[in-house]
């Protein structure tokens, strides 16, 4: 079963996504809202789901699992695009305008995915 070039498309940006958590660590821990604890492992653990689930997308057997995944994470990571648009400190150096368009980009995000379930 060949897979369509859309899904490695998102596995690529999910796979990019999840080693920029280690790349560049830093611009995550500010975007993280403090009250969820450890941003540190917070970090690493969303970067290795990422990860994962872009290897996941691109294997027949698992796509839909990982697209389901996929839908999961973005919800989980919610938080943080909110805490990044409510408080300018998480900013990083974005427009509030442009950090308002992330918050219903990820309902898109999550529409794309649902494609592959």
């Not at 974005?94 to 950090?99: A, E, P, Q, V, Y």
């Amino acid at each position: 079963m060949n897979l369509p070039w859309h899904l490695y498309a998102m596995a690529l940006l999910y796979f990019l996504a999840g080693v920029n958590h280690f790349r560049n660590p830093k611009i995550y821990h500010k975007i993280i809202p403090p009250f969820l604890g450890n941003v540190k492992l917070i970090n690493n653990i969303s970067g290795i789901a990422e990860i994962l689930l872009a290897i996941g997308l691109c294997i027949p057997h698992y796509s839909t699992m990982a697209a389901w995944g996929i839908i999961v994470l973005l919800m989980a990571i919610f938080p943080a695009n909110l805490y990044m648009y409510t408080h300018d400190k998480a900013a990083l150096g974005l427009s509030k305008t442009i950090r308002l368009l992330r918050l219903p980009l990820q309902l898109v995000l999550i529409a794309w995915a649902y494609c592959y379930t």
